[in-house]
């Protein structure tokens, strides 16, 4: 039996539905990339932004021509947490509706699925835990993911983390270590530490993330650790520190500010202001002066005036970002924001938009062109656009494609970069 899995979204998402997959596996489903042939269409949502939630919608077009007698359509993630009912209402093809609490159930439910008996969607928060009842993780390739918090209790008030992923759980430091090991002993070289609030971890058996990713770099096998997402006021110094004290934490620091504008800040219910920010972001460059840090904004907040946006890109020169991710203000359902006076014009948000991201990514860009010279580790992930070329990452996450062997992927190789864009490396493999 046949497997089709569509993810959207972030990287939480892509954890889950590795771990779908490895759940249905135990029914006896073998992942295809080709849902003409697939026993199962599952779409695993992203709730985000109103173009996320919409592209479901097109996706169960498109697919709905391949669903055949006996195809079980299946819809997962945060757009069936924000509203699974409504989804069966207005998507007649879909079966199964599961949030992201609740996937550990669905061999049951496809075990006992009968149409006629009428379509399901689950969206409680069961007291147990989901990570109690999935099959041992398995790393699929050199770089695997791992969920150690999920869900935000930060309420920002664009936000619909909150509703979608529940208020924050921690995972204790034995989970995350048998998790850890599990994952290393399957292939893993990297492991990236997945929260939505990363930095916030909470759990048993350790003080804080720090102490996780201290615990996890004494795995023999393991190679870098990352992890994403951060909230900026909840940085402890044992996380900062850990960037001077373990070799494998990795260099990189994602710290969402979403505006530069003091105002903007406290209108999103943002707990912390630009000079706060501004503090941390100098602290990890004390204990690690060749860091680099990505962020998240939002421009077009409601009531963003142009002086608050200045303040955006001020700080921006400030900081000096190695890469970011820039979003439009979308009002979600439900949210404060979404019902704030002041909303921006369309026109204004996409001017705003464009101004920012020429200038993150001329610093992307710089960032780059700064490696050229240099020689770097490369974890080498996947095949190159062109036949003989494979890429993998820096350890500052760049990019880079390299003239090489595919038996190289998995391994880490000391590189000279000789070349730079805004978005990738180019290099030529260092002889030994
Ligand atoms: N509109 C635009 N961007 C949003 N984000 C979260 N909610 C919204 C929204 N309503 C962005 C934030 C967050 C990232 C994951 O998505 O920048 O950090
Ligand atoms: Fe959403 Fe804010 Fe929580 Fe991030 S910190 S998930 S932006 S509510």
Same mark, same amino acid.
């Not at 759990?203 to 997402?229: F, K, N, P, Q």
């Not at 969402?256 to 504008?261: A, D, V």
């Given at each position: 039996m046949k497997l089709y899995i569509k993810t959207f979204g972030c990287q939480m998402n892509m954890y889950d539905s590795a771990r779908i997959r490895d759940t249905l596996a135990i029914l006896g489903y073998t992942e295809t990339d080709s849902p003409e042939e697939a026993d199962i269409i599952l779409l695993n949502t992203c709730h985000i932004r109103e173009k996320a939630s919409e592209k479901l919608f097109s996706e169960i077009g498109r697919l709905v021509k391949f669903k055949k007698e006996h195809t079980l359509m299946i819809v997962a993630g945060c757009v069936v947490q924000a509203d699974g009912e409504e989804l069966l209402k207005r998507a007649h093809a879909v079966d199964i509706a599961v949030g992201p609490q609740s996937y550990h159930k669905?061999?049951?439910?496809?075990?006992?699925?009968? +149409?006629?008996? =009428?379509? %399901?969607?689950v969206t409680d928060f069961p007291a147990e835990s989901k990570f109690d009842y999935l099959p041992p993780i398995q790393a699929i390739g050199a770089s695997a993911f791992l969920a150690v918090q999920e869900g935000c209790d930060h309420f920002c008030s664009y936000c619909v983390v909150p509703y979608t992923r529940g208020c924050e759980y921690s995972r204790s430091a034995t989970?995350?270590?048998?998790?850890?090991?599990?994952?290393?002993?399957?292939?893993?070289?990297?492991?990236?530490?997945l929260g939505q609030n990363v930095n916030g971890w909470h759990?048993?058996?350790? +003080?804080?993330? =720090?102490? %996780?990713?201290?615990?996890?770099?004494?795995?023999?096998?393991?190679?870098?650790?990352?992890?994403?997402?951060s909230y900026p006021s909840e940085m402890t110094e044992n996380i900062i520190t850990a960037h001077r004290d373990v070799p494998k934490l990795m260099p990189y620091i994602h710290l969402?500010?979403?505006?530069?504008?003091n105002a903007v800040l406290?209108?999103?219910?943002?707990?912390?202001?630009?000079?706060g920010y501004l503090r941390i972001s100098e602290?990890?460059?004390?204990?690690?002066?060749?860091?680099?840090?990505?962020?998240?904004?939002?421009?077009g907040f409601p009531g963003e005036t142009d002086k608050d946006f200045e303040d955006t890109l001020d700080l921006v020169q400030r900081v000096g970002y190695a890469s970011s991710f820039s979003f439009k203000f979308s009002a979600r359902p439900g949210t404060p924001a979404s019902i704030m006076k002041n909303q921006i014009r369309e026109e204004v948000k996409t001017?705003?938009?464009?101004?920012?991201?020429?200038?993150?990514?001329?610093?992307?860009?710089?960032?780059?062109?700064?490696?050229?010279?240099?020689?770097?580790?490369?974890?080498?992930?996947?095949?190159?656009?062109?036949k003989g070329q494979i890429s993998g990452y820096t350890p500052y996450l760049q990019n880079t494609h390299i003239a090489a062997d595919e038996s190289l992927l998995g391994q880490i190789v000391r590189v000279k970069i000789e070349s730079a864009t805004a978005t990738s490396l180019g290099g030529r493999l260092v002889k030994a």
């Open positions: 669905l061999p049951e439910l496809i075990t006992k699925y009968n +149409r006629k008996k =009428g379509r %399901i969607a989970e995350i270590m048998d998790e850890a090991r599990q994952l290393v002993k399957t292939g893993a070289k990297e492991i990236m530490l759990g048993e058996g350790a +003080r804080d993330l =720090g102490d %996780i990713i201290r615990m996890i770099a004494d795995i023999d096998g393991l190679e870098r650790i990352r992890y994403t997402t969402p500010i979403q505006s530069g504008s406290k209108a999103m219910n943002r707990q912390y202001d630009r000079d602290r990890f460059r004390a204990v690690r002066p060749d860091i680099a840090i990505s962020s998240d904004f939002i421009v001017e705003r938009l464009i101004r920012l991201q020429d200038l993150l990514l001329s610093q992307q860009k710089q960032f780059n062109v700064n490696t050229v010279g240099k020689e770097l580790d490369i974890l080498l992930i996947e095949n190159g656009k062109e």
